[in-house]
C-alpha cells in the first residue's frame, strides 16, 4: 500500500513554489498525495483566472489531490490586507485540517513554510489528532522576519509569535531549513540540533530550458545587471539605485529589472526624479518560462539584500537560479549568499548596502572580457549543479521520509 502524504502551505500550484516540485515528485515514486493550500491569489493580490470561491475548489493535478481553502486575497500587500489573508487561511484551514483528519489517515504530514509561519498550525493539528510524523520545511524565519520584511518591532506581537513558532517547532519531528544559517536561530528556540536537517533550494527546470517560441521585450544595448524577483523592502534598491546613481555617467551600464512588488512605484518615482530613465529599465513582471531568454541577454546577474538580521542568515532563491543559468552574478549582502557567490568564485559580492564597494564591482565586470564572464558562469553552474541539483535533494528527501515509522 502506498504512503499517504498530507502537505500543506498556504502557497501551491499554479503559484510557483519549490513545494509543486515536491508533491509532483512524491506522486511519481507513488506516493498517495493530498494537498491543502489556499485558493491561489499570489503575487497578483487577486485570485488567479479560473479559480474563486466556487470554482475549482477541488482538482486533481498529475495525480495530487488539491483542497483549496478560501482565503481573503491580499490586495495590495499593505499590512492590513496581508494579515487578513494570512490569518484567513490559518483559521479557515486549521477547521477544515481537523475534521479532515477525523475521516483520512494519513502516514506523514508535511509543511513547506514561507511566511507567514501560522500556515504550519493546521499541521500541527493533523498531526496531534492522528498521532504521525511532521516534517516543517522552513523557507522563512520568524518572528525574524515579521520584524525585518514587516517591520513591525511591538514586543507584545513578538512575544506572542516566538510563542508560536517554539510551540510548532516542539510539534515537528524534523526541521528541514532552506539555509545553514537558521540553525542556530532555531537551536535557540529550543531545538535539539539533531532534528535539524539542512534541505536548501534549487533551481526550477524551466531556468535551463530556452523555449525560443516565446517573446520578451527588446533590450537595451551595453552591460546590462538584471535583477529577476520581488520588488519589495527586503532587496534594498535604495542602496541598488544608489549604485545606478554613481554609474550614471557610464553610458553603457544598464540596470534591467524584472519583477513587481510594493518597491516598484517607489523606484520609478526615483528613476524619475534623478533621470535615471537612460540606465534603469523597470519593466514589471513576465512568465516563469521566459526567465532564461531574459538571463541569456544578461550580462551579470544581480541579487541584493538589506543589512539586517534576518537576510543575513538567509539564502535567496534566486542565488540557485541565476547559478545554475550559467551567468556570472554580483551582489550585495551578508550572510549565506555572501558565501555562496565569493566561494563558488562565480562573480563578487560586496557587505550589504556597501554602495561604493558594489559600484567599483560592477565597473570591474563591465570591464571582463565575455571569456572572463563566461568562465565565472560556469563555475556558478558548476557549483548548483554540485550543491543545489533537484534530483540529488529529492531523493534526499524521499530517504528521510523512508526513514520515519508510520503508524497506520
Known amino acids: 500500500m502506498s504512503k499517504k502524504i498530507l502537505f500543506i502551505s498556504q502557497y501551491f500550484y499554479p503559484e510557483e513554489f519549490r513545494g509543486n516540485d515536491i508533491a509532483f515528485d512524491w506522486i511519481e515514486r507513488g506516493y498517495d498525495v493530498t494537498v491543502i493550500c489556499a485558493i491561489p491569489n499570489y503575487p497578483r493580490g487577486k485570485y488567479f483566472t479560473g479559480y474563486s470561491l466556487f470554482k475549482k475548489r477541488r482538482e486533481i493535478l498529475k495525480g495530487v489531490k488539491i483542497i483549496r481553502i478560501p482565503v481573503i486575497p491580499r490586495g495590495k500587500a499593505n499590512g492590513i490586507m496581508l494579515m487578513l489573508n494570512y490569518f484567513s487561511f490559518a483559521f479557515l484551514a486549521s477547521i477544515y485540517s481537523f475534521f479532515h483528519s477525523l475521516w483520512i489517515k494519513y502516514d506523514l504530514v508535511f509543511v513547506q513554510q514561507l511566511s507567514p509561519v501560522t500556515m504550519a498550525l493546521p499541521a500541527v493539528i493533523v498531526k496531534k489528532t492522528q498521532k504521525i510524523p511532521l516534517f516543517l520545511w522552513v523557507l522563512d524565519l520568524w518572528p525574524e522576519s515579521l520584524k525585518s520584511a514587516g517591520n513591525i518591532n511591538n514586543k507584545f506581537v513578538i512575544d506572542l509569535f516566538q510563542l508560536l513558532v517554539k510551540f510548532i517547532y516542539r510539534n515537528s519531528s524534523k526541521i528541514l531549513i532552506s539555509s545553514e544559517g537558521f540553525k542556530n536561530s532555531i537551536c535557540a528556540k529550543g531545538v535539539h540540533s539533531e532534528k535539524i536537517i539542512y534541505f536548501p533550494n534549487w533551481a526550477e527546470d524551466s ?89 541569456e541577454k544578461a550580462s551579470v546577474l544581480m541579487v541584493s539584500l538589506k543589512d539586517e538580521h534576518i537576510f543575513n542568515l538567509t539564502l535567496p532563491a534566486k542565488v540557485q537560479a541565476y547559478m545554475i543559468s550559467g551567468k556570472p552574478l554580483i551582489g550585495m549582502m551578508n550572510g549565506e549568499g555572501n558565501k555562496v557567490i565569493n566561494e563558488s568564485g562565480c562573480g563578487y559580492c560586496v557587505k550589504a548596502s556597501d554602495v561604493d564597494e558594489f559600484s567599483k564591482k560592477i565597473l570591474v565586470m563591465s570591464k571582463h572580457n565575455k571569456e572572463e564572464l563566461k568562465r565565472m558562469g560556469q563555475l556558478g553552474a558548476d557549483y548548483a549543479n554540485l550543491n543545489f541539483d533537484k534530483k540529488i535533494l529529492l531523493n534526499k528527501l524521499n530517504e528521510l521520509i523512508q526513514a520515519v515509522s508510520y503508524n497506520r
Open 207 to 295: 531556468f535551463t530550458k530556452i523555449n525560443r517560441d516565446l517573446k520578451i521585450p527588446i533590450l537595451p544595448e551595453g552591460f546590462l545587471v538584471m535583477f529577476a524577483g520581488n520588488i519589495g523592502e527586503a532587496q534594498d534598491f535604495e542602496s541598488v539605485l544608489s549604485a545606478a546613481l554613481k554609474l550614471k555617467e557610464n553610458k553603457r551600464i544598464k540596470f534591467v529589472l524584472l519583477g513587481d512588488g510594493r518597491k516598484k512605484k517607489w523606484i520609478e518615482k526615483y528613476c524619475n526624479e534623478n533621470n535615471l530613465n537612460e540606465t534603469v529599465y523597470c519593466l514589471g513582471r513576465f512568465p516563469l518560462d521566459t526567465m532564461p531568454l531574459f538571463f
